[in-house]
């Protein structure tokens, strides 16, 4: 029979069947949320694929599965991509599904206080143990054991433009990576753009700025949150007083019938229970999606919450040297509606399949960014500061290579067994490769350094 060019009611089955490599049973396309049809419906759909070529089956009775024919895969495969770039669960498209009635169709809800009541940290888990698990190897850089930052200021001239464009992206604003790129390392705005796009990325750069900076500060407290805030809503709030303040004033929700709490005090004591539990979360993953899902539910700034939740899941990753989430790739419809599931049925799942793909993207990214880099010897990164003040030491007192040995011996006391020798070595090094051009890392002046030349010279 001659292949049939499949029609658009062809087209959603046919995208699922090739989401599915391995194979898809009758009874798993039904279980599909995106799959409305009648099973009877679905199974002459089905036939006709099978009779013009476009998909395979394999196997009998209750083990048949449907595959999309070999020489179709490609074809398939981009348009699942092109429709999807997340591969959702059933779950997920179900709330997706449900936010994308139409408005007049959607019952109003305002906030409930037993959302965030019933979480109980460290008990309650909307990451599952396996997740968890999966997200520290993806994410593991073999820096957990080094202080708080070290990784993000390792990759900070990528972050800042990264998370900055994504963001912003996410929040309708369109400049282009490369203008991204122009305006936060060159100042140079774009013509055309609207201030407003520009002062949005602006302050992200500041904002990130602030985690790398105060990396062993920051937290989940009102310093920390109330500055995010302040530096990501800079001359974009119609009242400036309002940077870094809980709101007095109601707001709205654009596409959405939630309507978030009322009352500064009562938004405040909401505020500050979502902080009691955020900061008890030891999980680092657990931690920035409950307050990728908490913050933006609360509305606790009269605007840009959506942007402090963004930079506030990064704040344990930094703390722990973790990849960041920077957002890439992430669709705005999706992030948008698994948003919206959170307000209007507190629904996680579709948000939290959005954060994972995320997290799994920003850390294939960033360890393609590593390898351009190269990795940091570790030992020298936990022992960076006795290393310099050691050298520092030995050329300041420029007695001689007797005296040097006594100094090595001395600060390396503070290790044990192999580490001894490894500090031993490592200050050899450091002295060896001294010059002009590098000892102002020791905080070493040229007269010092002329010294201890010297007196190396005449020990030599």
């Avoid at 992030?335 to 850390?363: C, D, M, T």
Wanted: glycine residues 6%; hydrophobic residues 40%; proline residues 4%.
């Amino acid at each position: 029979m001659p292949r049939v060019i499949p029609e658009s009611e062809f087209a959603a089955l046919l995208r699922v069947i090739a989401r599915h490599p391995g194979g898809i049973s009758i009874s798993g396309i039904l279980a599909r949320a995106d799959v409305t049809a009648a099973k009877r419906t679905v199974q002459r759909r089905i036939d006709v694929l099978l009779q013009s070529g476009h998909i395979k089956a394999e196997g009998e009775g209750r083990a048949r599965r449907y595959l999309v024919a070999p020489t179709e895969v490609d074809k398939w495969q981009t348009h699942v991509e092109e429709d999807a770039g997340i591969r959702f669960s059933k779950e997920a498209l179900a709330i997706r599904a449900e936010v994308k009635r139409p408005y007049e169709r959607r019952t109003p809800v305002g906030y409930k206080d037993a959302f965030l009541d019933d979480y109980h940290p460290n008990q309650t888990f909307y990451l599952d143990t396996a997740l968890r698990i999966e997200l520290a190897a993806v994410g593991g850089v073999g820096a957990s054991q080094l202080p708080a930052g070290t990784y993000i200021r390792k990759v900070m001239d990528r972050l800042l433009i990264d998370l900055s464009w994504n963001s912003s992206r996410l929040e309708g604003n369109t400049y282009s990576i490369l203008e991204t790129q122009r305006l936060l390392q060159l100042g140079e705005a774009s013509e055309g753009k609207h201030s407003a796009e520009a002062q949005m990325l602006l302050n992200h750069k500041a904002a990130i700025e602030l985690l790398a900076d105060q990396a062993d500060e920051i937290g989940f407290n009102h310093y920390t949150l109330c500055n995010l805030h302040a530096l990501l809503a800079d001359n974009l709030m119609v009242d400036p007083e309002m940077c870094g303040r809980i709101r007095e004033r109601s707001v709205g929700i654009g596409g959405s019938v939630y309507y978030p709490p009322e009352g500064h005090l009562r938004i405040k004591e909401r505020f500050d229970q979502f902080l009691i539990k955020a900061e008890a979360i030891e999980d680092p993953f657990e931690q920035a999606f409950f307050a990728m899902v908490h913050l933006p539910y609360l509305q606790a700034f009269e605007d840009v919450n959506k942007r402090v939740s963004r930079l506030a899941a990064n704040i344990p990753l930094v703390r722990h040297n973790l990849c960041p989430l920077s957002f890439a790739d992430v669709p705005q419809g999706d992030y948008l509606n698994a948003i919206i599931g959170v307000y209007e049925l507190n629904r996680i799942e579709y948000l939290r399949e959005v954060f994972v793909w995320a997290y799994k993207r920003s850390a294939m990214r960033y360890s393609a960014i590593r390898e351009t880099l190269g990795e940091p010897d570790p030992f020298r990164l936990q022992h960076r500061t006795v290393i310099q003040q050691c050298v520092r030491s030995i050329v300041q007192s420029a007695n001689g290579s007797a005296s040097t040995q006594r100094a090595i011996n001395q600060a390396s006391q503070a290790f044990q067994g192999d580490d001894c020798e490894r500090f031993r070595e490592v200050i050899q090094i450091e002295l060896r490769s001294l010059h002009e051009g590098n000892i102002a890392r020791y905080r070493l002046r040229p007269k010092e350094f002329a010294a201890w030349q010297e007196q190396s010279s005449a020990a030599g």
